[in-house]
């Protein structure tokens, strides 16, 4: 099987020219790690999702040092599908709809801060807004003061050297020689701390108070047997959820914007078009732009068939995301921008894989889909803004992320009326499977 070099800043390049030349799968060599195979072959997906020959093993590693051992990322069956379950109902679409109206207050008093004349940068302004949800909506936060301390530390967290210290495997051991681990490990441990006395503080108040934060229903979550999650397990999902929600969903925001600006017509339509075309417009973005290109590696436990490939066991298999977004079989003029495409015949669930698939997709989609809609609807009907580069935004490494470079800045141009009202579609539901 062919071999092809990975770069996380020049994936989609790879995934491109990978696909022209060697069709639908081919092996990749990331950097320091053994080599793997990449796929955008929409049956060999459907089995990595749901298929018993595939574990996680090894895959999620990287994310093991931050997350934590207990979190859903890490587990494999049956202890998966059991804490899904467990973990679920906080996230069904009338519970997460009801978080509408406060990202509604927090993306006006944003924008009531932005003057016209002005020159800003989406990215850093969709960071903060999905920050606040996180401390709102999921966590519960009320006291102002530790609403500061913990956005003080994710926003030192979420820096570039610092995302590299806690992900990449060389650098994430906690070595007291390793200079560059210390700092990011010590505010690690800061966040650990505050999530553990808010846990606490959240069991001790009980029925006493009335919440209705992701939190607060996973504290009294209970399974068939009347067990519910231990502080570790609660800490390991809000980190998560965390991790997964925060600059993910910022980072497609920032897209969303960039795209809409390059793109007058669909700018149109989504200010005008409704709940439908806007839903389609953020699709859309998801597809051609995911913030995350590449799914977490699954690994082959016995020899595992793709195409005419047959591939040995203990390989990872990667989907790529980006190749199913950019495969011209399922999305006609798939460099086009044009949110239509899922007004017209929506794809089935492994065609669509910005929140992965099958009994792995993340739980927070619809939190993070709610998000975009309402925070790139508030912005791009109550400001007029023009880009400050005739061309699209190039695609640079953010954390985690493929993030546009520059942060998308814009120029506003001058205020708009009236303000969209909250969302009156309910997000798709999650499912266990």
Not at 2 to 16: F, G, P, T, V
Not at 326 to 353: M, N, T, V
Not at 408 to 421: F, I
Request: aromatic letters at 6%; glycine letters at 8%.
């Amino acid at each position: 099987m062919a071999q092809a070099a990975m770069r996380l800043w020049a994936y989609s390049e790879l995934s491109d020219r990978g696909h022209a030349r060697y069709g639908d799968t081919f092996t990749v060599r990331p950097g320091m790690l053994p080599p793997g195979v990449l796929t955008r072959d929409r049956d060999a997906i459907r089995r990595l999702f749901t298929g018993d020959p595939l574990g996680k093993r090894h895959g999620n590693d990287i994310l093991r040092n931050f997350v934590g051992g207990q979190s859903l990322l890490m587990l494999e069956p049956p202890e998966h599908l059991a804490r899904r379950k467990l973990v679920l109902p906080p996230f069904h679409g009338e519970r997460v709809q009801s978080y509408a109206r406060l990202m509604q207050q927090l993306v006006s008093g944003e924008l009531d801060r932005i003057q016209p004349g002005e020159t800003v940068a989406i990215h850093p302004i969709a960071q903060s807004l999905t920050l606040d949800v996180i401390l709102q909506a999921v966590l519960g936060v009320s006291d102002a003061t530790v609403r500061r301390r913990l956005r003080a530390i994710f926003d030192a967290l979420n820096t570039p050297l610092n995302a590299v210290a806690l992900f990449v495997p060389v650098l994430a051991r906690r070595s007291r020689w390793n200079l560059l681990s210390k700092r990011p490990w010590r505010l690690k441990d800061e966040l650990d701390a505050l999530l553990f006395e808010h846990i606490a503080a959240t069991r001790a108040e009980g029925a006493a108070v009335e919440r209705d934060d992701i939190l607060a229903m996973l504290v009294s979550a209970r399974d068939e047997n009347g067990d519910g999650l231990t502080d570790a397990q609660l800490r390991d999902e809000l980190i998560t959820l965390i991790t997964a929600g925060h600059e993910t969903t910022a980072t497609a925001i920032a897209w969303g914007v960039e795209l809409l600006l390059h793109n007058p017509a669909a700018m149109a339509n989504a200010r005008d078009g409704g709940d439908a075309y806007l839903d389609a417009t953020v699709k859309e973005i998801l597809r051609i732009r995911s913030p995350i290109p590449i799914g977490a590696a699954r690994y082959t436990l016995e020899p595992f068939t793709i195409g005419p490939w047959r591939i040995p066991r203990d390989v990872a298999v990667l989907v790529d995301a980006h190749g199913v977004h950019h495969d011209p079989s399922i999305y006609p003029q798939p460099d086009e921008f044009r949110p239509e495409r899922f007004l017209e015949k929506p794809p089935d669930g492994y065609a669509f894989l910005p929140f992965g698939g099958g009994a792995h997709r993340c739980l927070g989609a619809s939190l993070a889909m709610l998000e975009m809609k309402m925070f790139l609807g508030e912005i791009i009907t109550r400001l007029e803004l023009a880009p400050l580069s005739a061309s699209l935004a190039r695609a640079v490494p953010r954390g985690p992320t493929l993030a546009p470079r520059g942060g998308a800045r814009v120029r506003v141009l001058a205020r708009r009326s009236p303000a969209r009202v909250a969302a009156d579609a309910s997000p798709p539901e999650p499912s266990l499977m």
